[in-house]
């Protein structure tokens, strides 16, 4: 069974500061990663993935995100907040490619950005 | 416009009622997905499906209720609601890629 842990519910960080999120994953396989951005009242939108190939992954919005397999980590930074950045962050893990990326979602980061 | 949406996007019930959940999307994705976001908990999964007439159990499957007579549908329906299934359900599709989210249900059981 896959699991994803998410450390801190909620993160408040300065316009301009660096974003760091973290998310801690189990899998028995290799796992496929992915970091989802949800702003109010919408639903969940990519904002980067890893399945193969190069460790550190950019996405979109100038965020990225490494895959650390010895410390089963993938997370999630930008290097200066904007006030956009405010929004709920979920990491996500599919461990099964048949399944057509079925995912396993951790609890969620709510991220404050202070002017 | 291609995407996938539901309807409806805020729905109010009482318990006991049958209440049905619908999702829509145009891409002819094969796989669909139900989950539900609750306050720390995430997103769960209860259903999804891999083509039509193919549906298995997520997570969370208890009380709930899928059909997929067609690829481009997937309603989710609650038997006899209950207020524990009060919550925000999205439904997505994914063609063995990333998945792809509608904007979600609102649902809250009285």
């Known amino acids: 069974a896959q699991s994803v842990t998410q450390l801190g519910s909620h993160v408040s960080v300065s316009e301009g500061a660096l974003v760091l999120l973290r998310c801690n994953y189990s899998s028995s396989v290799p796992p496929y990663l992915f970091w989802y951005v949800q702003y109010p009242n919408q639903g969940l939108q990519l904002l980067l993935k890893?399945?193969?190939?190069?460790?550190l992954v950019k996405g979109i919005n100038g965020f990225e995100a490494e895959f650390k397999k010895s410390e089963t980590s993938f997370h999630l930074t930008k290097p200066s907040a904007h006030m956009s950045d405010a929004a709920e962050y979920f990491c996500a893990v599919s461990e099964v490619k048949a399944a057509g990326n079925k995912l396993t979602f951790g609890g969620g980061t709510r991220v404050l950005v202070k002017p | 416009d291609a995407g996938i949406t539901q309807s409806p996007r805020y729905k109010i019930t009482e318990t006991g009622r049958q209440v049905t959940l619908m999702c829509h999307q145009t891409w002819s994705h094969s796989y669909m997905f139900w989950y539900r976001q609750d306050l720390g908990h995430g997103l769960r999964l209860i259903y999804y499906?891999?083509?039509?007439?193919?549906?298995d159990k997520g997570e969370v499957p208890d009380g709930y209720v899928v059909s997929r007579s067609k690829t481009e549908n997937f309603p989710l329906t609650l038997e006899s609601a209950t207020r524990s299934q009060t919550s925000v359900y999205f439904c997505a599709s994914s063609a063995n890629s990333p998945l792809h989210f509608g904007n979600g249900t609102r649902l809250t059981v009285t």
């Open positions: 890893y399945t193969t190939g190069a460790t």
């Open positions: 499906s891999a083509a039509a007439d193919i549906t």
